[in-house]
C-alpha cells in the first residue's frame, strides 16, 4: 500500500477523531427514548408544509423525493433527511409524524414516535413569510398540546427533543441588508434564542435534548456556485464558527444549570470537516465516512436551477427550470442548501458510527 506519509496522518488522525465522537458524542443513543419531538427547519422537516400551498409545496414534488421514497415526500432532499437517519439510529422503525398529521388525531399513541413541528425554511426569528412557524411557534404547538393532555407529562419526561437550526435566520437577513452587512453582529441574537428554546424545553419537562451546530454557511452550493463550485468561502463561515461557539456556550452554561438534563450536540460542522478530511477547498473531493468507505464527490449540487431559478421549479408552460444530475450519491448537496441523501447519510455515519441496519 503506497501512500503519502501525510495523507496517512491525515487519514489515521481523522479515524481518531470519529473515534473520539462515537465515544463522546452518542450518549443519549444508547437507551432509546420513547418518543422523538422534533424542531427547526428544513434540514428536520419530514412534510410539514402543505403539499397545496404554492412554492412551498416543493418539495411534494419531483425531483425530490426522487431517490427515495420515488415521489415528493415533503422532505427537502432526493431522499431521507437527517431526522429519518437519526430516527433510525435511536431505533424508531420510522420517523416521527409530522405536526400536521398529527392534530388529526384525537390522541397520541405511541405508535405515532413522537411529532415533528419542524418547518423548512424557519429559523429562531420570522425568515421568509407567515407560512412558515418559527421556532418558538413550533414550542407553543407543542406546549398547547402538553396542556391539553394530548401529550403526557410521562412521555415527555420519557422523550427526546431534537433541535434543529441551520442558517435561516442568516439567509433572511442578507435579504434584507446588502452585503450582509453586520451580520456577524446579529449572529449572538440567534445565538440567545437558541439558549431560550432550550430553556422552554426544560420548562415544559423536558429531559433529553439533542441540538445541532451549523453546517459550514460558506460551503452551501448558493455561495459556492460564485467559484464555480470548486471552494468553500471562508469569510461566509465565519457565522458559522461565531454561530457553534456561541451555542456551544450556552449548551456548556445549560448543562451545569440543569445536571438532571442530557443535552447532546450534533456537530454537523465537525462532521462535515471530517467527511472531507479537513479538504473541501478543491473541486475534486474525497468523501470519507470515516469507517473504511471513501468516493469522490462535487460540492456541486446534483438539482441545479437555471438562471437564478430552485430545484424544482417550472416556468408558467411547465417547463423545467432546473437540471438533475445522474447520480445524486456524487453530489454532498441535493438542491443549493440541502444535503443529498447520500450526503445526510455520510454525516450521520461520522456522527453515530455504521447505520444500525
Ligand atoms: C466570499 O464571500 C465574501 C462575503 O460575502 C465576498 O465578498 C467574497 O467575494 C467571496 N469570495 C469569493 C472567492 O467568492
Known sequence: ????????????????????????????????????????????????????????????KLPYGSTWPGEGSGRYSDGKIFTDFFAEYLGFPAAPMTARMAKGKKQYDDSMHGINFAYGGSG?????????????????????????????????????????????????????????????????????????????????????ISITKMLPYGCYPKITSKVNYISCNASENARTILHNKLITDYVTAFKELHPDIEVMMLDFQQAFELSFQGHYDTDDLLLSDNLGFQR?????????????????????????????????????????VHPSQAGWETLCKVLFGPLPY
Open 1 to 60: 500500500m503506497e501512500r503519502p506519509a501525510v495523507l496517512m496522518i491525515v487519514t489515521q488522525l481523522s479515524t481518531l477523531s470519529a473515534l473520539l465522537l462515537l465515544c463522546l458524542a452518542p450518549r443519549g443513543l444508547d437507551a432509546k427514548p420513547r418518543a422523538l419531538f422534533v424542531f427547526g427547519d428544513s434540514y428536520a422537516d419530514t412534510g410539514n408544509h402543505s403539499p397545496y400551498v404554492p412554492i412551498l409545496n416543493r418539495p411534494w
Open 124 to 208: 429562531m426569528f420570522s425568515t421568509f413569510g407567515p407560512l412558515i412557524d418559527p421556532v418558538h411557534l413550533q414550542i407553543k404547538q407543542f406546549s398547547q398540546m402538553i396542556e391539553s393532555g394530548f401529550l403526557s407529562k410521562d412521555l415527555i419526561a420519557e422523550s427526546m427533543v431534537l433541535f434543529v437550526v441551520c442558517g435561516n435566520d442568516y439567509t433572511a437577513y442578507g435579504d434584507k441588508h446588502p452585503n450582509d452587512e453586520g451580520i456577524l453582529d446579529f449572529v449572538p441574537s440567534v445565538a440567545s434564542e437558541i439558549d431560550g428554546s432550550l430553556k422552554a424545553f426544560q420548562a415544559l419537562g423536558v429531559k433529553k
Open 296 to 336: 469522490r464527490v462535487q460540492l456541486r449540487p446534483c438539482c441545479e436551477g437555471i438562471g437564478g431559478a430552485s430545484c424544482g421549479e417550472k416556468d408558467l408552460f411547465g417547463r423545467k427550470q432546473y437540471t438533475v444530475c445522474e447520480s445524486p450519491e456524487d453530489s454532498f448537496f441535493w438542491d443549493n
